[in-house]
């Protein structure tokens, strides 16, 4: 994947099956929590290879040019990489905090009002705390206060 079409929280796995819910299932049952562990530990991998690369490339790529341009260019590049890796590291804290909740058996369930997150919305993003009419109230609060 190329990395300028890359954003920090967009998911796309390899090999990323939707779950499919039976007929009358309870939500967040083992299979659920274990899609959702595979899910989180898939993109944690991903993440931890990303950095890799990134280590990789730098130390490869550094170069000490004697034009002033060229110079700048590079460290500009290494800057905006090393802010998206921070980003990620973020994530990848979120990733294992979310970890922490399906093995607590609280994964799934809105924070604000305790209701349930949804399947669709979790694999849309498997580290979200709220159900969408929260976080939507929340994005709403957000705008009127930061105006």
């Not at 209701?115 to 669709?120: D, K, N, P």
């Not at 849309?124 to 709403?140: F, G, M, N, V, Y």
Request: proline content about 3%.
């Amino acid at each position: 994947m190329p990395k300028s079409s890359k954003t920090t929280e967009s998911i796309t796995l390899r090999g990323f099956t939707p779950y499919k819910e039976k007929k009358g299932e309870e939500y967040m049952n083992d299979a659920q929590k274990a899609h959702f562990r595979g899910l989180l530990q898939t993109w944690k991998t991903e993440l931890m290879e990303e950095v890799d690369r990134t280590v990789s490339h730098m130390k490869d790529e550094a170069a000490n040019f004697p034009d002033p341009a060229d110079r700048a260019s590079q460290e500009e590049e290494f800057s905006l990489e090393l802010r998206t890796r921070d980003r990620e590291r973020k994530l990848i804290k979120k990733i294992d905090s979310t970890m922490q909740l399906i093995d607590d058996d609280e994964y799934g369930y809105c924070d604000t009002c305790g209701v349930e997150i949804g399947i669709r919305r979790l694999e849309a993003r498997p580290t979200a705390t709220q159900c969408i009419d929260c976080k939507t109230l929340d994005e709403i609060k957000e705008k009127q206060v930061g105006g």
